[in-house]
């Protein structure tokens, strides 16, 4: 499974990419509003630190506006993804961006009828919200399971992006259920290196080591 980073914060993104373990980047306009800088300008750095898909946003309503952001947004870097909406004007956009070169991830999507959909309509990534179905008490990693079923099923092509990860745990689930790709926080991401026998296991290593070279003093 990959490694998404779901952050606009440039810091966040280096470290991850330093680590070496990060497959690709997700934004949106909220990333984008706590950073509280011009998009265009942030993907571009976000590409430069990348090597993965970036997924940027559309905001427009109608396919026309999709089709024209996302052009506008392809030409910042080859591995720039085109974010739309699950709507039908986003499949729209979807089936004309798709024809013309230019990946897109189906967002926003709840159900997997949804996402038979996103698939039909050619969509490289589609992205289930997980913990927003959470949210409504829902469980969503079971959203996950319904749609790899379904992809397997008829052979799609669509990769699963699991989206809207809170935890450790969700990633776990997703990665178990065959989610392709899971996007998360920096704070999650930075959780999962995280176990507190990890820790405890150095501390004795290293309190053994000192004390073996007391005893090697000694002699
Ligand atoms: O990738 C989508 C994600 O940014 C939404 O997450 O936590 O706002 O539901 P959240």
Redesign the pocket.
């Given at each position: 499974m990959k490694i998404f980073i779901?952050s606009a914060n440039l810091d966040e993104i280096r470290k991850a990419a330093n680590i070496g373990i990060l497959d690709g980047c997700?934004t949106?306009p909220?990333?984008i509003l706590k950073e509280g800088k011009d998009y265009k300008k942030t993907l571009k750095e976000i590409c430069g630190i990348v090597k993965g898909h970036v997924s940027a946003e559309t905001v427009s309503l109608n396919a026309e506006g999709m089709v024209k952001e996302g052009k506008e947004f392809a030409k910042i870097a080859k591995n720039i993804v085109i974010k739309v909406p699950m709507t039908p004007e986003g499949m729209k956009a979807c089936r004309i961006l798709t024809k013309s070169g230019i990946k897109v991830n189906t967002?926003l999507v709840f159900s997997a009828n949804q996402a038979l959909l996103a698939a039909k309509a050619g969509s490289y990534l589609v992205?289930p919200?997980i913990?927003?179905l959470d949210d409504i008490g829902e469980k969503g990693t079971e959203l996950i399971r319904e749609i790899r079923q379904v992809y397997d099923n008829y052979g799609f092509k669509s990769l699963i992006l699991a989206?809207?990860i809170?935890n450790t745990e969700h990633v776990k689930e997703v990665a178990m259920l065959g989610a392709d790709i899971a996007?998360m926080p920096f704070k999650v991401y930075e959780e999962l290196f995280n176990h507190k026998l990890t820790d405890a296991g150095i501390k004795k290593f290293l309190d053994d080591w000192n004390k073996l070279q007391k005893e090697l003093k000694k002699k």
């Open positions: 779901d997700t949106n909220t990333l967002t992205s919200f913990g927003r989206a809207s809170r996007t």
